[in-house]
Every structure is written in C-alpha cells, then in structure tokens.
C-alpha cells in the first residue's frame, strides 16, 4: 500500500477530511437531539394548522360574518400572507449560516407564542350579536347563523377580537412555520450526519401528519367551550416551552459535523501532547 494509514497520525489539515468508518462507530447518533426535534416539528406542525382551522370560525364570530363570507376572507387573507412564507423559505439558509439554526429555531418558536398571545380578545367592544340570514340558495328558505353562535357562553361575555389583531398574529404565525419546520428538518439530517436517515425522516413525516390530525380536532372543540382565549392559553405556553426545550437541549442538537469537528481536535490535541512530550524526553535518553 501507499503506507498512508487511514486514522493516525491525525493533523490539523485532517480536521475536515473525509469521514472514517471508525469515527462514525464511535460518534453514534445523538437520538435525544432527534426526539427533541420530533416534539418541536409536532409543536410547529400542530400551530399552523390549528391557524388555518380556527381563521374561519374566528372570522365569522369576531367580525359578525357569515360562514360563506367568513370561509371567502380567510382564504383570501391566508393566499396573500402566503407571501411571507415563500419569504422566508428563501432566506432560512442564509439566517441558519448567520445567526445559527438553534438560535433561528429559539426565535420562531418565539415569534409564535408572542402571536398566540396578540389573539387575545381585547376589543374594543363586546362580540356583535347573532343573526340570521337567508340563504340564496335555489330559492330556499333556508337561513344561516352570521356572527358567534350563541349556545357558546362565551359570546354572551367575551370581548372581540380586533381585525388587525389578527392580521398581526397571523401574519406572524405563517412566517415563523416555514422558518421552524425547514430549519427543524435540516437540523434532524445534521443530527444524524452519514447514519441511515430514510427511516428516521420518516417517522417525523409521520409525527408531522398526528398533529395536523390531532391539533384541529382537540381545538376545534376548545374553541366551541372557550373561545379563543384558548389559543392564548394553551398554544402560547406550548410555543414558549419549544423555546425552553431548544434551550436545555442545545447540546443534544449538536449536528453530527461540530461533534466530528470536536472530536478530531481533541486526538490532535492528545497526539500533539503525546509527541512533545517524547521529544523532550529524548535529550534525556541520548545523555543515558
């Protein structure tokens, strides 16, 4: 052979080298950073769609709407803020390289508890009352509900949510989705390094898909029992205890390269002390 081994000696230059078969024996997946980006990408998941769920009964009951004009307006909105996500899809790589992805991870965990918390009713004035309309619809008589329904007691006490609240939180939840999921996905592949990953992405498609099932039905009757002080209570809190948990497990999201990187610097270290301390040695044995 060449008479080149493939391991030692190892030199600064050979700290960002192909990777060896040994090293990745030895640097074994870190599967905690793995559940913890599992739990952050349902808790992503599960916020967008409880927004797209809740924008239309939202609508119809804040604003005084009926179901047809609600459904019209959300989906409207929801088409033109879209915008910020294909924003955001193009610039989550350059703010991963710049700030860090733990870091960008921490923010739009952030940013989403802070819009949960702008959906609060605070007014001004109370939820406009029932009515009822007829519906055009082959010259029926049929009627439909415009504005809260009024078996929820909480339209009786509740005080409205304002339009551009809800412009603002929604507009600050659809920036801050595609900001989480892309980088919580890139961070999984980064976690895992060379290791297998087909199996592993896919069961966070499949934790992705529980929630966008689980979420809307579990809020939707929420929001019929509680309004949507609901939102602020609970998805707030689940939206800042993703940012506390990107937090405790910082070095469990170490990607597979910084471990690699941190790893063949401490065998340079031990070989660089291993051979100065024979070369101060051999005046010693010469003398002898």
């Not at 409207?76 to 390289?97: A, Q």
């Not at 940013?111 to 009713?121: D, K, N, Q, R, V």
């Not at 291993?274 to 005046?283: A, H, L």
Request: positive net charge; hydrophobic residues 40%; glycine residues 8%.
């Amino acid at each position: 052979s060449s008479g080149i081994n493939a391991e030692w000696p190892l030199r600064p230059g050979m700290i960002n080298s192909v990777i060896q078969s040994s090293e990745i024996t030895t640097l074994r997946v870190r599967w905690s950073g793995v559940v913890v980006c599992s739990v952050l990408f349902y808790i992503a998941m599960m916020s967008f769609t409880i927004t797209e769920t809740l924008g239309t009964p939202l609508l119809q009951a804040e604003l005084g709407l009926s179901q047809t004009k609600a459904i019209k307006y959300s989906s409207i909105f929801l088409t033109c803020t879209s915008v910020f996500s294909f924003i955001t899809f193009s610039i989550v790589t350059p703010l991963g390289r710049r700030f860090g992805e733990r870091k960008m991870m921490g923010i739009a965990f952030a940013l989403s508890g802070i819009a949960y918390i702008l959906l609060y009713p605070m007014g001004p004035g109370h939820i406009p009352r029932v009515q009822w309309t007829p519906l055009a619809v082959n010259n029926t008589d049929d009627k439909e509900v415009v504005g809260c329904n009024w078996s929820n007691k909480w339209c009786y006490t509740q005080l409205r949510v304002s339009i551009y609240q809800y412009i603002c939180a929604t507009s600050i939840l659809l920036f801050a989705y595609p900001l989480s999921t892309v980088i919580i996905i890139s961070r999984v592949t980064k976690i895992l390094g060379p290791h297998p990953q087909g199996t592993v992405l896919g069961i966070l498609t499949g934790i992705g898909c529980l929630s966008r099932a689980v979420g809307p039905a579990i809020f939707s009757s929420l929001f019929e029992l509680l309004g949507p002080v609901c939102t602020t209570y609970l998805l707030s809190p689940v939206c800042f205890f993703g940012c506390l948990l990107i937090y405790l497990g910082r070095e469990s999201l170490e990607s597979f390269q910084e471990r690699l990187k941190s790893y063949r610097s401490d065998i340079f270290s031990r070989n660089e002390h291993i051979i100065n301390d024979v070369n101060d040695r051999e005046p010693l044995i010469k003398e002898v």
